[in-house]
């Protein structure tokens, strides 16, 4: 998400990401049925409450790194004048470029985290 530097390429990001997620969790529990074909249960709801957990664990480690917060300039909105929005004037307090390099460090995080739990599974 903090690479993406226009839209149309975030939304392709996205786009990826919930296809090669989908496709992980469909594989998964094909193999995990495939595997313990009448015990398999247990290991389905061991799988499902880790992503939850994952879940969870995601927006605890991304909210230090959130800087900034976003204020609209006051200004008053012409009903007539539908070119300006209220929303063309708002001002960065931080920046675009400082919360990108901030974000850089949970997105790191958790593709490296990623990274050690399936080349722990497949050693």
Known sequence: MPYSYKLWTLYLNFWWYGFGCGAWNIALSVWLIEMWQKNSAPFLQLSHFVYGIGTILGPLLDKPYLTGEQALDSVETNISNATELPFDNITDI????????????????SGITQIISIHSKFS
């Open 94 to 109: 931080f920046g675009v470029i400082d919360r990108r390099s901030n974000l850089k460090t949970p997105f790191l995080i």
